[in-house]
């Protein structure tokens, strides 16, 4: 119950494409959902985040999508640039817990090909 | 500049030789968080610290210690390694601003080789 299941695990797109990255959750008490970006030799860096309140947040050409009934939330990076590839992790937490403890999902290695 | 400072960033050691991970923040957060990272499981917590003095298991936390007796330093201490602690590691932070719910500044990681 507290697992993210993340896929695709990687994920290949051509330059100006969109890249979709899916997660989904069963602990319905989870209130928080971060993604993160990882590049090579470097540690995560928080890259938008949602609040089950709304359905959609956009940040530039990142954007989440979330879908609170079917328990899922996907990150959507319109324009894809080369300089996107990363691995992105999503996660959940619930903020009214005593630690806000992350949950991260299993990480998408994203290519994005010039 | 705000940062989260690991060291070592590689780490070769043999089996049963104790080793201490640092780990420093210059961002005055309370909140303190250790993190091992492995293929296909994405990173799993070690030990959290809320504040000074205060400490609390993750979710991996068996072969691991911590300690927390200043805000900025968060060590991570394996006392006798294995080599399925064998991992890339990372510490992390937030403050207590509503900006950032979970942790927003991760270390550099710390890449560990237990043979």
């Known amino acids: 119950q507290q697992q993210v299941k993340q896929s695709p695990q990687s994920l290949i797109v051509q330059k100006g494409g969109i890249s979709i990255i899916n997660c989904a959750y069963e602990?319905?008490?989870?209130?928080?959902f971060p993604w993160y970006q990882q590049f090579p030799g470097k540690g995560p860096a928080l890259l938008i985040a949602?609040?089950?309140?709304?359905s959609e947040k956009k940040e530039g050409r990142f954007t989440i999508s979330f879908n609170k009934s079917a328990k899922q939330f996907s990150l959507h990076i319109m324009d894809s640039q080369p300089g996107d590839s990363a691995t992105y992790f999503c996660?959940?937490?619930?903020?009214?817990?005593?630690?806000?403890?992350?949950?991260f999902g299993t990480g998408t290695l994203l290519a994005v090909q010039p | 500049e705000a940062q989260v400072t690991q060291n070592p960033r590689y780490l070769i050691t043999v089996t049963g030789k104790k080793l201490t991970v640092t780990c420093s923040q210059n961002?005055?957060?309370?909140?303190m968080s250790w993190y091992r990272q492995d293929p296909g499981l994405g990173l799993r917590q070690i030990y959290y610290?809320?504040?000074?003095?205060?400490?609390d298991k993750g979710d991996v936390p068996e072969g691991y210690k911590v300690s927390r007796k200043e805000k900025r330093n968060f060590p991570l201490i394996l006392e006798s390694p294995s080599p399925n602690q064998t991992s890339l590691y990372f510490c992390?932070?937030?403050?207590?601003?509503?900006?950032?719910?979970?942790?927003?500044?991760f270390g550099q990681g710390t890449r560990l080789t237990v043979v």
């Open positions: 992390a932070s937030r403050g207590q601003d509503s900006l950032h719910y979970t942790e927003a500044f």
């Open positions: 602990n319905t008490a989870f209130d928080y």
């Open positions: 949602i609040r089950p309140d709304v």
């Open positions: 996660a959940a937490s619930i903020i009214g817990g005593a630690t806000n403890k992350l949950i």
């Open positions: 961002m005055n957060h309370e909140y």
């Open positions: 610290s809320m504040n000074v003095e205060v400490t």
